[in-house]
């Protein structure tokens, strides 16, 4: 009977002590964030923050079921504007070729890609990834306080906007 008591305090301290190094260092699973739905009508929000962000990197990611493409800011959110168009121009009036059958135009205001001095604080590569959905995606200007993109995707099929924090990032979702 003595051993039996032992044996089962034994289990209760096992099992106290598993439940707190559980709770403090355990991988507890997490409900995934509710994710805007895919759409494609236009996408716009304001914003007036005292300074442009300085936009500071542009990537692109392969994503189980959509790519995505990761716009960087230095400061605080800037406001933006995501739709289709027909063909996406620069800030010159001309058209911006790009690759695929659908177009997105990405206008992020008030921002900038350019430091005080007038020198570029990202590299404004065209990125070609050749994923799935997203083919292309070209700088389009950096005018009087907006920045623009064109992104060339494989066909209309919708996309998403998500503000991400730490650095600040605005991410669009292609599929």
Same mark, same amino acid.
Do not use: N
């Given at each position: ?34 994710? #805007?739905?895919?759409?494609? %009508? =236009?996408? @716009?929000?304001?914003? /007036? *923050?005292? +300074?442009?962000?300085?936009?500071? $990197? ?52 008030? #921002?900038?890609?350019?430091? %005080? =001095?007038? @020198?570029?604080?990202? /590299? *404004?590569? +065209?990125?070609?990834?050749?994923? $799935? ?43």
């Amino acid at each position: 009977m003595r051993t039996m008591a032992r044996a089962l305090g034994l289990l209760l301290v096992v099992a106290f002590v598993a439940g707190l190094w559980d709770a403090r260092y355990g991988q507890e699973e997490r409900r995934p964030a509710r994710s #805007a739905p895919f759409r494609t %009508a =236009a996408v @716009e929000r304001e914003r /007036s *923050p005292r +300074t442009a962000p300085e936009l500071v $990197a542009v990537e692109a990611v392969d994503r189980d079921g959509y790519d995505r493409v990761v716009f960087t800011f230095d400061g605080s959110r800037p406001g933006y504007r995501v739709r289709y168009v027909d063909q996406v121009g620069d800030q010159a009036g001309k058209r911006l070729p790009l690759r695929g059958e659908a177009f997105l135009e990405v206008a992020f205001e008030p #921002a900038r890609a350019h430091s %005080a =001095a007038g @020198e570029p604080t990202f /590299s *404004p590569a +065209t990125l070609t990834p050749g994923f $799935a959905d997203l083919r292309q995606v070209r700088f389009a200007g950096d005018f009087e306080g907006e920045v623009t993109f064109g992104i060339g995707a494989a066909g209309r099929g919708g996309f998403r906007v998500s503000e991400l924090r730490d650095p600040t990032r605005v991410a669009i979702d292609v599929r």
